[in-house]
């Protein structure tokens, strides 16, 4: 069993940045893709960026590309979110999941195995 925390969430005004950390605990895969995804009020989840296990591949959703920076220690099972030039549009609850061991498709939600109980981030404007 994999638990994920995420952390670093709250309110922000227009323009600013927050960070966001997820810890994974438990029966850890280090060598495991990590994501993010956020969901809005009355939207579908929508992915944000992703990680591979080693760092070196990242990619991101159309809306965050430019602001955010996806990171992790797999030494210490962490996975963060650097959140830039944040918009009202942003505002969501945030999620960090655990990956497949293989997915063409990244920004699925059927690509992830895990899931954390999600921080909440509002930006104001």
């Known amino acids: 069993q994999v638990q994920l925390l995420e952390s670093g969430g709250g309110l922000v005004q227009a323009g600013g940045s927050l960070r966001l950390s997820c810890a994974a605990s438990?029966?850890?895969?280090?060598?495991?893709?990590m994501g993010w995804f956020r969901q809005a009020p009355g939207k579908e989840r929508e992915f944000v960026a992703v990680?591979?296990?080693?760092?070196?591949?990242?990619e991101y959703g159309d809306s965050v590309k430019g602001r955010f920076t996806i990171s992790r220690d797999s030494s210490k099972n962490t996975v963060d979110l650097q959140m830039s030039s944040l918009k009202p549009d942003d505002t969501a609850v945030y999620y960090c999941?655990?990956?497949?061991?293989?997915?063409?498709?990244?920004?699925?939600?059927?690509?992830?195995?895990?899931w954390g109980q999600g921080t909440q981030v509002t930006v104001s404007s």
């Open positions: 438990g029966r850890t895969f280090i060598s495991n893709t």
């Open positions: 990680i591979n296990w080693s760092g070196g591949y990242t």
């Open positions: 999941a655990l990956g497949l061991k293989y997915s063409n498709t990244w920004s699925r939600e059927s690509s992830y195995i895990y």
